[in-house]
T-cell receptor, first 112, second 111 residues
Framework: GENVEQHPSTLSVQEGDSAVIKCTYSDSASNYFPWYKQELGKRPQLIID?????GEKKDQRIAVTLNKTAKHFSLHITETQPEDSAVYFCAALNQAGTALIFGKGTTLSVSS | DGGITQSPKYLFRKEGQNVTLSCEQN?????MYWYRQDPGQGLRLIYY???????QKGDIAEGYSVSREKKESFPLTVTSAQKNPTAFYLCASDLRGTEAFFGQGTRLTVV
């Protein structure tokens, strides 16, 4: 089945710096790759997603890139702020396109 | 609040007992999921259902059971066969291949 690897597991940056989280997936048939943010004690919420027909998508300070050939996708956060501190999860649809498979998460800490 | 509700928020179970976690959605989503979250393990798929009266095992289905008798409801039973049930359980729903919405989660503790 689909397997999603996510790195790093923890990431600490200074306010204003950029943060990059990387994920790889195993199933070349996967075509949907969302990113979720989970703040402490809260439910995961979608922050951005990308489909396999595009290579990059941007929404204000966050962007996601997709390399289908290499089967990896990345989340980029620019001008980080303390409120960006959270756990971030990448995900990919499984082979049948029926369920999301998540990475293990990255704990991002932004210090002011 | 997101249209998907889990209950209870906290649940305590004695060893050897079965316990059922509730998940209800009013988003008219076809697909519903159960994930387990442990520290450092991310979100692991337990079961999912794409349609009423049908469901499939995820990566860690052993010791769990589900039913999907109604589109709105997807309860998860943690059986006594689950060796390490203490965890945070998240239910989600989506319209196949679109944004998944999560419930607020149930924290299960075995005492």
């Amino acid at each position: 089945g689909e397997n999603v690897e996510q790195h790093p597991s923890t990431l600490s940056v200074q306010e204003g710096d950029s943060a990059v989280i990387k994920c790889t997936y195993s199933d070349s048939a996967s075509n949907y790759f969302p990113w979720y943010k989970q703040e402490l004690g809260k439910r995961p919420q979608l922050i951005i997603d990308i489909r396999s027909n595009v290579g990059e998508k941007k929404d204000q300070r966050i962007a996601v890139t997709l390399n289908k050939t290499a089967k990896h996708f990345s989340l980029h956060i620019t001008e980080t702020q303390p409120e960006d501190s959270a756990v971030y999860f990448c995900a990919a649809l499984n082979q049948a396109g029926t369920a999301l498979i998540f990475g293990k998460g990255t704990t991002l800490s932004v210090s002011s | 609040d997101g249209g998907i509700t889990q209950s209870p928020k906290y649940l305590f179970r004695k060893e050897g007992q079965n316990v059922t976690l509730s998940c209800e959605q009013n988003l008219n989503h076809d697909a519903m999921y159960w994930y387990r979250q442990d520290p450092g393990q991310g979100l692991r798929l337990i079961y999912y259902s794409q349609i009423v009266n049908d469901f499939q095992k995820g990566d860690i289905a052993e010791g769990y059971s589900v039913s999907r008798e109604k589109k709105e409801s997807f309860p998860l039973t943690v059986t006594s066969a689950q060796k390490n049930p203490t965890a945070f359980y998240l239910c989600a729903s989506d319209l196949r291949g679109t944004e998944a919405f999560f419930g607020q989660g149930t924290r299960l503790t075995v005492v």
